[in-house]
Nanobody, 121 residues
Framework: QVQLVESGGGLVQPGGSLRLSCAAS????????MGWYRQAPGKQRELVAT???????NYADSVLGRFTISRDNAKNTVLLQMNSLKPEDTAVYYC???????????????WGQGTQVTVSS
């Protein structure tokens, strides 16, 4: 079992910045990758950015060049630095952790409660 707690959301004007953090606890040794997903009202949850235990990153095209995902391994935390925010970035942002079995044949996803990001004038 993995527990995830997000923080850092809030209200920001277009062009502004926010930093989201996600702290993992529980069976953290089993986590293969962590990332951020977001869900706007009436829309499906979508990938924002992910980072593997080896440091490989992946970004949605819509945030590439504006958002940066990073890890703090000592604190079992993943960060999402969001710059040049746009109104279309408004969503609930969810932290995700993917675990894998020792054989790397199975995986499970865990989700945080979400943190609201609102970009508005």
């Amino acid at each position: 079992q993995v527990q995830l707690v997000e923080s850092g959301g809030g209200l920001v004007q277009p062009g502004g910045s926010l930093r989201l953090s996600c702290a993992a606890s529980g069976r953290i040794w089993s986590i293969y990758a962590m990332g951020w997903y977001r869900q706007a009202p009436g829309k499906q949850r979508e990938l924002v950015a992910t980072i593997t235990s080896g440091g490989t990153t992946n970004y949605a095209d819509s945030v590439l060049g504006r958002f940066t995902i990073s890890r703090d391994n000592a604190k079992n935390t993943v960060l999402l630095q969001m710059n040049s925010l746009k109104p279309e970035d408004t969503a609930v942002y969810y932290c995700n952790a993917r675990t894998v079995s020792s054989s790397s044949t199975t995986s499970n996803d865990y989700w945080g409660q979400g943190t609201q990001v609102t970009v508005s004038s």
